[in-house]
């Protein structure tokens, strides 16, 4: 698979995707797009079925420079079933093309802290996603809870102060708007993505109000909000 320009319901301040790995995402989150697709498109179920797996041919792309690239769009590399020789020959990767901004979004950024971290090429802009500060175990899944992938970017933040930090709320779940905004705020993100779940699957959503009373605790703590189109339904 090439090297993909991003589009769609990307985020737009990303210039192309790219996927090494084949299976279905360890974490298995309820809401996840990509599991939902393979069911639809014989040529996604093929890929994106099964164990995770190294698509060695993923290794020849040619990155060239000047672009940021969201490394794994797909699945999650530093989910704990990835094997160890996987992320370090994808981070590898990486590496070749050093004039390029690599954008690692991890649900297990323990497992990037405590293992990869000093491989992570510099300039790189690293983020996990907190859809609350809740705990809905039949959504989340096999996922670490939100509470840990808190705890992991402050690590970041301390060890890797060169690395951007973001934080992506989407699909934004229920959430206690003043408790979650100061628990992100120790994080010190760069900035913060917001989005809702765009394929109806019912989700435990946040009424007008609670939103709002999350965004301006995140104004009032100097976080740079980069709200995604797909919010405006909750909005409304």
């Known amino acids: 698979m090439p090297l993909k320009k991003s589009a769609g319901n990307m985020y737009p301040w990303v210039t192309h995707t790219h996927s090494h790995l084949g299976g279905e995402c360890p974490h ?4 996840c797009y990509v599991q939902a697709m393979a069911k639809k498109f014989d040529t996604m179920k093929a890929r994106y079925s099964g164990p995770v797996r190294l698509i060695e041919s993923e290794l020849e792309v040619k990155y060239g420079e000047g672009k940021t690239i969201f490394i794994e769009h797909m699945n999650d590399l530093f989910a704990a079933a990835v094997p160890t020789d996987f992320v370090v020959r994808i981070l590898n990767h990486c590496k070749q093309f050093p004039k390029n901004t690599y954008v690692f979004q991890t649900k297990n950024p323990g497992r990037l802290a405590h293992v990869f971290l000093d491989r992570i090429p510099k300039g790189s802009i690293v983020g996990t996603t907190i859809e609350t500060n809740r705990h809905f175990p039949d959504i989340m899944r096999d996922a670490p809870n939100v509470q840990a992938r808190q705890l992991a970017m402050l690590q970041i933040k301390l060890y890797r102060p060169d690395l951007k930090r973001f934080v992506t709320v989407e699909p934004i779940l229920d959430l206690d708007p003043t408790e979650l905004a100061r628990g992100i705020a120790e994080i010190e993100p760069h900035f913060l993505n917001i989005g809702a ?39 409304k």
């Open 28 to 31: 298995r989150c309820s809401y």
């Open 197 to 235: 779940d765009s394929k109806g699957r019912g989700l435990p959503e946040p009424s007008k109000a609670t939103i709002e009373a999350f965004l301006t605790a995140l104004r009032e703590r100097g976080i740079e909000i980069r709200e995604k189109h797909n919010l405006g339904r909750l909005m």
